[in-house]
């Protein structure tokens, strides 16, 4: 068998995180005298640098992005930048490296199996093309109306409000409004017109205002894939990394001002002081705070089991939190596990919710399961529009769950089911790709 350019990248990124894994492991076995954080520290570069070279600008695909993007989270999360609590270990790190290798393995078996076709869908949309975008537009419509009726549940706009005010939140109001926003992506695919692009430009100003970041960033990751697949992307590469880069920066503040607002600069100060993170770096500290909050959880996650895992059970609570009752989100489950001192949600990043069932085996089998999902996607997303648009919300979630670490929650199921019962209403518009 010949191999291609593209799947010879992949098992050589593949091979060197295997070797990399069996080299610390052998080193570990025989004793040899080393320190073991720096040793792990100096791979995750040298794995980082490999991607660089290797997929070059074939890097900003999704489905090669979110192991390149695991990979550097895991490293920088590493370093300890803030001094207070337990600092994070080596071992966070390998498994951020096991999770990785286990998604490129994922993607190298799959390349070497699958057999590209493009396949006719062979039948109809159930209604009209006309009634089809009725149906579109109408969806998308009462997400805006889901964020007006959020804010009245609220009390006001979240964004003047600090970061007590989203707890009046409805999950439902939040849900629809999601849905509205990949849908409202979808309008924009099917026809780039002046009016659907002001209308997803619309759901950038109703996230500012509602002071999520997560809402922003979902409309973000989209819109950089879609640049990075153009020739414009290719020629100003640098400028527009960095442009994207300051847009990320710039809705990190989004947090600041809640924080700042709820509870004042002056206490926010004390809290930098408390943490030794010098005040000169108050702009960057929403950043630093993500990249050390979800490595420190998982590491104080780690400690506090001492191999006790729940064999499903923190999971099927967690995805039970759409039912009656008081079922427990994976934020609460981190509070538990780690005795903490306060009501608010902690993040574990995406490894910590397989790994408090499963262990390390939950690691790998969750880097298998999105290596499935990316790899399927990325080669249905290639024939279909509306398969794009179900890649790219399935992508935005899972870089969102890199810090975020809540796998496979109840809006992510929902929505999904939902886009995939809608695929015979909205999905077969047609359109020559």
């Not at 192991?67 to 609590?85: D, E, Q, T």
């Not at 999950?171 to 009016?195: D, E, N």
């Not at 929650?409 to 047609?430: C, E, Q, Y």
Request: glycine share 6%; with cysteine; hydrophobic share 50%.
């Amino acid at each position: 068998m010949i191999l291609d350019k593209a799947q010879t990248n992949l098992i050589t990124v593949t091979a060197l995180l295997f070797f990399c894994l069996v080299s610390f492991y052998l080193i570990s076995v025989f004793g040899f005298t080393v320190d073991h954080k720096i040793l792990v520290q100096g791979m995750c570069i040298g794995l980082i640098v490999c991607f660089l070279v290797v997929f070059q600008k074939k890097l900003f695909k999704p489905y090669l992005f979110i192991p390149f993007v695991s990979l550097a989270y895991g490293f920088m999360g590493g370093i300890n930048f803030i001094k207070r609590g337990s600092h994070v270990d080596f071992n966070n790190e390998l498994y951020f490296m096991l999770f990785v290798f286990f998604i490129m393995l994922t993607y190298t078996v799959l390349s070497l199996a699958t057999v590209v076709t493009k396949r006719k869908l062979n039948f109809k949309s159930v209604f009209t093309e006309k009634a089809s975008y009725f149906m579109l537009g109408t969806i998308v419509l009462l997400g805006l109306l889901s964020v007006l009726i959020d804010w009245m549940q609220i009390g006001g706009v979240p964004l003047f409000s600090g970061s007590g005010a989203r707890k009046g939140s409805k999950p439902l109001f939040r849900l629809i409004y999601i849905i509205a926003i990949f849908l409202a992506y979808y309008k924009v695919v099917l026809k780039p017109t002046r009016s659907n692009k002001m209308l997803l430009g619309l759901f950038v100003v109703c996230a500012i205002l509602s002071a999520y970041r997560t809402s922003i960033v979902f409309i973000l990751i989209i819109l950089f894939f879609n640049v990075a697949k153009t020739d414009f992307f290719r020629r100003n590469l640098k400028k527009i990394l960095i442009l994207f880069a300051l847009l990320f920066f710039c809705i990190n503040l989004l947090k600041l001002h809640r924080d700042v607002t709820e509870y004042g600069i002056d206490h926010y100060y004390e809290i930098m002081d408390k943490e030794e993170l010098p005040r000169k770096y108050l702009l960057l500290s929403p950043i630093i705070h993500t990249i050390r909050e979800g490595p420190q959880i998982f590491q104080q996650i780690r400690e506090n089991l001492n191999g006790d895992y729940g064999k499903g059970k923190y999971f099927l609570e967690h995805i039970s939190t759409f039912l009656p009752g008081k079922q427990r989100n994976y934020g609460y489950i981190y509070n538990n596990i780690v005795k903490a001192p306060t009501d608010n949600t902690k993040t574990g990043t995406i490894i910590a919710p397989f790994y408090i069932d499963f262990g390390i085996i939950g690691i790998c089998f969750l880097g298998v399961i999105l290596g499935y999902l990316n790899y399927t996607f990325d080669l249905k997303a290639r024939y279909s529009i509306y398969a794009h648009m179900l890649y790219m919300y399935i992508v935005s979630f899972e870089i969102t769950w890199i810090h975020g670490g809540a796998p496979f929650s109840p809006t992510f199921l929902l929505a999904l089911v939902f886009f995939m019962f809608s695929w015979p209403f909205v999905g077969l518009i047609k359109r020559e790709l």
